[in-house]
């Protein structure tokens, strides 16, 4: 595990220019789900959507990886 903090406000910014792809900054498998989930609502113009749900899990992930980080250094 990586053992360094991860920034919110760099994953914010990869979510908001590259949507599921910028998931990839905080969690690879969150990622490839998103980025499959978006080629299957982009007929249909969900990929808005995907998109802003990526902002989101991506904050989630990098917020969980701190806390991560937090609870291993205390130890």
Known sequence: MNLTKKS????????ALFGPLGVLYSSIAGALLLVLLAIIAAPFGGW???WLLAIGVGDHCTYKHNQSVDLLAKR
Do not use: E, K, M
Not at 8 to 15: A, E, G, P
């Open 8 to 15: 919110r406000f760099i994953s914010l910014l990869l979510t």
């Open 48 to 50: 808005i959507l995907v």
